[in-house]
């Protein structure tokens, strides 16, 4: 099984050495996932995290009159799930899909079990990635609250500076809360001051 992104991630993030990476491989569940095919809807319980090997996934909720509004997008090693329906098993009220074909790796209790069998510190490593991406969360609130368009735009390029061509602009403007006409013109402000994506 050839999962280069999820087997970095381990090493470097959770700390396992190569041999221990070798042991858990026939532990790990893969799933591919066609674009615009769905991991997780409305009402659903989501049993796993799905770390992305490669592709991209959305992560959404519908308002009453059935508008979009991105929470978060997820490219190659990021990890997205509904941890609240996780952990207390309740019927989600957001989605999951693909915005590309993704092929992904499924992270369950039972898999945290196994890993920490052979690398007992992984579950420390695993608490960290938690609170990191609570604190994410966080100044994510804290930009949508306060933050002009253009600061919310600038941030969303350094956290995803890989996904600008990868994701339709409504979606983008969806995840800074604004609508794509105020996008565009952000996009032709930064132009004229000549900023260039990384």
């Known amino acids: 099984m050839l999962l280069p992104n999820f087997k970095k991630f ?99 209790e039972e898999f945290v079990n196994e890993v920490v069998k052979v690398n007992s510190n992984f579950r420390i490593q695993n608490e960290k990635l938690l609170q990191n991406h609570i604190r994410h969360l966080y100044k994510r609130i804290s930009l949508l609250i306060g933050a002009s368009a253009k600061v ?18 409504w979606m983008i403007a969806s995840y800074l809360g604004i609508t794509p006409e105020s996008l565009s013109r952000v996009r032709k402000a930064l132009a004229k001051e000549n900023f260039k994506l990384k």
């Open 10 to 108: 381990l090493i470097e993030k959770g700390g396992l050495s190569e041999e221990e990476f070798a042991q858990i491989i026939p532990f790990i569940k893969t799933k591919r996932v066609a674009n615009h095919e769905f991991l997780l809807k409305s009402g659903e319980v989501c049993s796993h995290s799905f770390f992305v090997e490669q592709g991209v996934l959305r992560f959404y909720a519908l308002n009453e009159e059935g508008k979009e509004h991105v929470l978060q997008f997820a490219t190659e090693n990021w990890i997205l799930s509904d941890r609240g329906s996780v952990f207390f098993q309740e019927p989600s009220t957001y989605y999951i899909d693909a915005i590309e074909d993704t092929l992904t790796v499924m992270l369950d």
């Open 152 to 169: 919310r735009y600038l941030e969303f390029v350094n956290m995803y500076p890989d996904i600008m061509l990868r994701v339709p602009q």
